[in-house]
């Protein structure tokens, strides 16, 4: 899991990605648009995650906002969720809370980040709200450098 922060508050979306290779790439976070979410206070620090998988994920906790619909809270702002390469230059909006009904809640969190280079629905759904294609991987599949260490929380 990993976390990218939003707005002014120390509060962390929680997307889950069974794929380390493509979180270099990562250039938003896709929610449902038909799905509450919530807000869960857990360590000095606030998550947000489906409504429905707060007891999977918290076990039995209070969330600490009341639900919001997932429209409340689209173009909000995100931070990628490790550092682009210096070389790599964005010419559209990147790293924003978008909506597709692709994303589900039968597994991780009901927020997935997109990758526009490593999956269908993913670039489908960065060409349909603006966001730029990157793909670090080079024609030998090896990952392009990276700055050492994650972004900045």
């Known amino acids: ?11 962390l979306s929680i997307g889950l990605d069974h794929h380390p ?14 799905e509450e979410y919530a807000t869960v206070a857990a360590d000095g620090v606030e998550y947000i995650l489906a409504k ?19 429209p409340t809270w689209w173009g909000w702002n995100t931070f990628p969720c490790s550092p682009l390469p210096q070389n790599v230059i964005l010419d559209k909006k990147a790293f924003l809370v978008v909506a ?5 809640l039968t597994e991780g969190t009901g927020i997935v980040h997109i ?3 490593f999956g269908e629905d993913d670039n489908r759904v960065c060409r349909q709200n603006g966001l730029p294609f990157v793909n670090l991987v080079d024609s030998h599949g090896q990952l392009y450098p990276a700055p050492p260490g994650p972004a900045p929380l």
């Open 21 to 34: 290779w493509t979180l270099p790439s990562n250039l938003g976070l896709c929610v449902n648009a038909k």
């Open 52 to 70: 429905a998988l707060v007891e999977t994920h918290f076990g039995r906790t209070r969330t600490s906002a009341p639900p919001v619909w997932a």
């Open 115 to 117: 990758a526009p280079a």
């Open 1 to 11: 899991m990993y976390g990218s922060r939003w707005r002014a508050r120390r509060t």
């Open 100 to 104: 597709d009904p692709y994303v589900t």
